[in-house]
Every structure is written in C-alpha cells, then in structure tokens.
C-alpha cells in the first residue's frame, strides 16, 4: 500500500517534504494530490502501519509527518512521541476523521503541531499544512462542534485524568495488556504500570475490570477514595474487546 520508496531527488530540494502514515489507500492518494496543489510540497513517501512509517521517516528524514490517530490498530499518537524523540525538526499533524477533543489534546501534549479533520475542504487543509510549516500550531476550528461529548469523557474529566492516562485507558477498554500497551504507544511496561495505578487511584478502582466498569459508567465512580493499585503491576488476562471499544 502506498510509495514507500522515496525519491533521492528529495532529499536536496528545497521543497517541504511530507510522508503519510494511514491505512486507507484513498488516503496516500487524496494527499498526494492535495500536497501537490500546494506550492512548496510534496509527498516523499507513504506508509500503512506504524512500522513501515518509522522506518520511512529514518529513510526520508522528512520536513512534515501526517498521519491518523489510528493506523491499522497501532497509535498515531504512539508515533508521534516517537517522532518527537527519533526526529524532533519532523513536524507532525494528525490528519483524522476522529473528532475528539481529548484525542487532539493527547496528540499535541505528545507533539503534534496540528489536529485536522478529514472531512475539511482541500482548501482549508492546504492553508493549515502551510501555517504548520511555517512553525504555527492548528487546531480545526470545527473540532468537537459535531456532538457533545461522551458521557465517558465526562467521567475521565471528573476525577482529573491527564491526557496520557486517558490513551493507556483507551487501550485498556479495547481489550490490550500492559505489555501490548506499552508497544502501541512506544512506552515502556513499566511506565504503563506507572499510569495504571495512577487510574486505578483516581477512578477509586479495585482492579482491572472494575476500572472499565467504572470508564463506561457501569459502576459508580468513588472519587476521593484510594483502593489498593497493586493489581496494576500484575500480569492480567487480556481483556475481550467491549463494544464501546475505541475506533474511527
């Protein structure tokens, strides 16, 4: 899927030079044109995964990293912290059809320095894309407008969650272990371990499963009251994932 080669041509041009990570074909094609219709950009190369992106961004050395929050089950928001560590002059946006607030905070608290919607006239994308390169940070200005937000979301606001407990959460409640966890979001176990018993702690959760009863409001929050988090460590089951699970 996608051009992962990338033209030696690039590598001296003066041009802003874009890779794409997505899993949808449609999309390495509509960004090709679109950056294409922008004076001063072109796309170096495309990739479908999370792995096939990290290895092309070692390759291309690329200007502008644009890609989803999620890319066939990985974490953009995982790719853009490593890009923020692997290439820090990359500059990444989340090109998405995810409108959620929190989801746009996480990524700029990871480094992104843009949260666009797919659903944008090209118009809009170019001149957002051109204001990236030139060092501002974009939000789309439409973003959360479409719906309120999620009664889940609510209760994560409740009882203080940061940005990052609320991606470790997330991958909690679509069915992943501590040990997969920390390899979709390019962080350590022990740093998962570390995030969990601080969910555990400000959800007032007992373990595992009561905190996902307590994320999706099937048990009643108990805010202000620490319940041991010893379980958050421990090796634990993988969950099924739920129907509420987290997704485009």
């Not at 041009?15 to 090709?32: F, G, Q, S, Y």
């Not at 390759?59 to 929050?69: G, N, W």
């Not at 601080?198 to 048990?219: S, T």
Request: charged share 25%; proline share 5%; glycine share 10%.
């Amino acid at each position: 899927m996608g051009d992962d080669g990338v033209d030696a041509r690039l590598r001296t041009s003066a041009l802003i030079r874009a890779v794409l990570a997505d899993d949808a074909e449609l999309m390495h094609l509509a960004v090709r044109a679109l950056l294409a219709s922008i004076p001063g950009f072109t796309l170096a190369g495309s990739a479908g995964s999370v792995g096939a992106a990290e290895q092309l961004i070692r390759r291309a050395a690329p200007d502008l990293l644009i890609c989803e929050t999620d890319i066939r089950g990985q974490s953009g928001i995982g790719l853009t912290w490593w890009v923020r560590t692997y290439r820090p002059r990359t500059r990444v946006v989340i090109l998405t059809g995810q409108d959620e607030p929190s989801a746009a905070q996480a990524a700029l608290r990871a480094g992104a320095q843009g949260y666009l919607l797919k659903s944008s006239p090209p118009d809009a994308l170019a001149a957002a894309l051109q204001r990236v390169a030139a060092g501002h940070r974009v939000l789309d200005e439409r973003l959360g407008y479409a719906r309120e937000v999620s009664p889940e979301a609510r209760r994560m606001e409740q009882v203080g969650l940061s940005p990052r407990e609320r991606d470790v959460l997330a991958e909690v409640l679509s069915g992943f272990g501590n040990k997969m966890i920390a390899q979709r979001l390019h962080i350590s176990e022990d740093t998962v371990k570390s995030h969990m018993k601080a969910i555990f702690r400000k959800l007032g959760a007992r373990d595992r499963a009561h905190a996902v009863a307590l994320a999706v409001g099937r048990a009643p929050l108990a805010t202000g009251r620490d319940w041991p988090a010893a379980a958050a460590g421990q090796a634990e089951p993988v969950l099924p994932a739920p129907a509420w699970g987290t997704g485009r």
